[in-house]
């Protein structure tokens, strides 16, 4: 099943969903029938979208660690309807809080995918071509996934973090779709998410108001009152490290902690939760401490499930969770923070490139490739530089831009060997002029 969002010309027009839609009062939120299951709270980006502004957003944000671009843009519009603010809530200009649901629900963020996934995978991707006005589309099988692609050719994209004046906001469109995604149709409601209409840029979307949050809460619950929340995470974020996890209403012997799986795939096991089993409960079910596991992890988000079952109220609210997964060999952690001076650089133009976040004192590779795909272990088109990183971890060096690479677009990455083990960054791109 499609739900189509489409955009018209002078402002806005979405219009020609497919399916059925059922209205639970004479004016608001609609739903098209399920909900997702507690083993579909996964989502995934599968980062196939090549337009210059999806992901010129290399600037990391404390709250939302070790993700930019077009992952970060649909980090923050998953955890926009969440049960509780992500972490603190910041990290967008646009509005208050990210995070306000007020439900039952909480997705979970796993970070990248690499491929577009089945109809259930609960991967969100960019799809060549263009469909009239369509800007992007979610199958929604419901109860065991979904599937999101937007329309990547076709529309400008912009992947904000702040402000959007041209184009369609990535932000805004996908926190629109992830609401199909959990149940909910389009609403008559002014203003709010799932409403058929956007404004300008679709930035508003961003942001859900209180007929979505109606909506959701209709579909998963209201916030249970003993719904475990976080509000710290502190210690050695590290294999083999010692996490102390602040926070309440957790349960005595068998809380769970979540994190996110470093297998990134195109099809369904990359979705999983690596999952931290019997975790006790100490001062009166406000703290937990475990041991991180030595591979197969990778940082991002996290959640604490107070008991096993499948209860939406077990779940906590995701929070920020900046851990420095060891990955194994090749692991594809985005664990390293690169930035360059200047995405958009003519040629003969001298940029910069700086990171933070690597294993200290270990030799390093930055590596280029014309396609995103990332990571780049194998698949690389060449190195663009090599060298120490630093006692702290982190490291710059600048290098001029070739002639050759005239209107090309390149996308680089910095890999660091500890051992054995192969760190790498997130992934920037250079949209040479
Ligand atoms: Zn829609």
């Not at 930035?339 to 590779?365: E, K, Q």
């Not at 590596?367 to 795909?373: C, G, K, P, Q, R």
Request: net charge negative; proline share 3%; with cysteine.
């Amino acid at each position: 099943m499609k739900n189509l969002l489409r955009i018209g010309f002078g402002g806005i027009l979405l219009a020609g969903t497919t399916f059925m839609a059922s209205p639970q009062q004479a004016t608001g939120f609609t739903t098209i029938g399920g909900s997702l299951n507690l083993g579909q709270r996964d989502f995934r980006v599968y980062n196939n979208f090549n337009g210059s502004n999806a992901n010129n957003n290399t600037t990391i944000h404390s709250n939302w660690p070790q993700y930019t671009g077009a992952e970060l843009s649909q980090w923050k519009a998953g955890a926009e309807w969440n049960s509780r603010a992500h972490g603190d809530g910041s990290g967008d200009t646009s509005q208050g809080t990210v995070g306000s649901g007020g439900a039952n629900f909480s997705f979970f963020w796993n970070g990248n995918a690499s491929g577009i996934g089945g109809g259930n995978d609960n991967i969100i991707s960019s799809i060549g071509g263009s469909s009239g006005g369509v800007l992007a589309y979610t199958e929604t099988p419901i109860n065991d996934g979904w599937r999101i692609r937007f329309y990547g050719d076709a529309w400008n994209w912009q992947d904000g973090p702040g402000s959007v004046t041209f184009g369609i906001d990535m932000q805004g469109v996908g926190c629109h779709e992830l609401g199909h995604a959990l149940g909910l149709g389009h609403t008559t409601a002014n203003g709010a998410t799932m409403t058929a209409f956007i404004s300008g840029t679709g930035q508003g979307q961003r942001s859900i108001q209180q007929d979505d949050i109606n909506g959701v809460q209709y579909i998963y619950g209201v916030m249970a009152s003993s719904m475990p929340s976080i509000d710290s995470i502190t210690g050695s974020l590290v294999p083999g490290g010692t996490v102390t996890i602040t926070g309440s209403g957790f349960s005595t012997s068998t809380n769970r902690i979540w994190l996110q799986s470093d297998i990134v795939d195109g099809t369904n096991a990359g979705g999983d939760h690596v999952t931290i089993t019997n975790v006790p409960s100490t001062n009166n079910g406000t703290q937990l401490s475990f041991v991180l596991p030595s591979s197969g992890w990778q940082g991002g988000a996290l959640h604490v499930k107070s008991d096993v079952g499948s209860a939406g109220s077990l779940l906590s609210e995701s929070h920020p969770f900046d851990g420095q997964g060891g990955g194994g060999g090749g692991g594809s952690n985005d664990t390293i923070n690169l930035t360059v001076s200047n995405s958009n650089p003519t040629t003969g133009s001298t940029i910069t490139f700086s990171w933070d976040s690597a294993p200290p004192l270990m030799p390093y590779t930055m590596v280029w490739a014309f396609t995103d795909n990332s990571p780049f272990f194998n698949t690389y088109g060449g190195i663009v530089g090599t060298g120490t990183t630093s006692s702290l971890g982190t490291g710059s060096f600048s290098r001029r831009v070739p002639g050759g690479a005239a209107g090309r677009t390149a996308y680089m990455e910095i890999q660091v060997d500890q051992n054995g083990t192969i760190f790498d960054s997130n992934t920037i791109t250079i949209n040479v002029q």
